[in-house]
């Protein structure tokens, strides 16, 4: 928590969103993912969004028919946590405006 956003990083001196994303799952889980949002958005299984849970992948785009832009983690209650521009890796929710209208879909990482 805390770390400021550095696009194209993924240190604890700065990270981006799917920097944070790898990290972590190659940290706690052990696991490599793809470096951008979008390749992750292919390897994924793709769940409904009533069936997320903790770990699963959450991603988001600018509309109908625009690139996925950004990835999370998500965490429960409508959580997850995250790299933004604006305040670096932090929790936010679902149900904020921003994230609410930006929401494309859920993926879970399946183990190898």
Do not use: W
Not at 60 to 69: D, K, L
């Amino acid at each position: 928590m805390g770390t400021p956003y550095r696009y194209g990083s993924n240190s604890k001196s700065g990270t981006d969103c799917s920097g944070f994303v790898t990290r972590v799952f190659k940290e706690v889980y052990g696991i490599t993912l793809q470096r951008s949002s979008r390749s992750m958005f292919e390897k994924v299984k793709h769940v409904q969004k009533d069936e997320m849970q903790t770990g699963d992948l959450v991603f988001f785009r600018r509309g109908p028919g625009q690139p996925i832009y950004h990835v999370g983690i998500y965490l429960k209650d409508g959580k997850f946590a995250h790299s933004a521009c604006g305040g670096g890796v932090m929790v936010s929710s679902l149900t904020q405006a921003y994230y609410s209208r930006n929401f494309y879909a859920a993926g879970r990482v399946e183990s190898n």
